[in-house]
């Protein structure tokens, strides 16, 4: 799992969340991609350090399915609510949500209170 509870300024997941996902990975090449692969159907999943940070992830996911690609997303699930209308709308094949547990443990784990919470009332939507 991730180490985003612990806190630790330095750790690989921190530091993947202070980066521009969208100028480190561009579309472009997202597509480019899909292109290469397409041939052999396979089936995508994105479960980078946090994907819905990534501005264009339903834009790939789009591009995936006009590709008749089926297309994963693995989430802490604390944007749902922010991107839900782009998430039913991109033809999403499956949204993964990681939860570790009850309400406080859940929150305990990922060092943010009201997590849990957040990811329920998303997920109502």
Sequence with gaps: MCDIGQKNEDSMF????????????????????????????????????????????????????????????????????KRVDEILDSGLHRLSVSIDGPRAIHDEMRGLSGGYDKIMNGSKL
């Design 14 to 81: 921190n530091q993947n969340l202070k980066g521009d996902f969208s100028k480190d990975f561009p579309i472009e090449r997202f597509k480019s991609l899909i292109d290469e692969v397409q041939f052999f159907k396979p089936y995508l999943s994105a479960s980078t350090t946090e994907p819905l940070l990534y501005a264009p992830m339903f834009d790939a996911v789009r591009y995936a399915r006009s590709k008749n690609l089926l297309m994963n997303v693995t989430t802490n699930g604390v944007f749902i609510e």
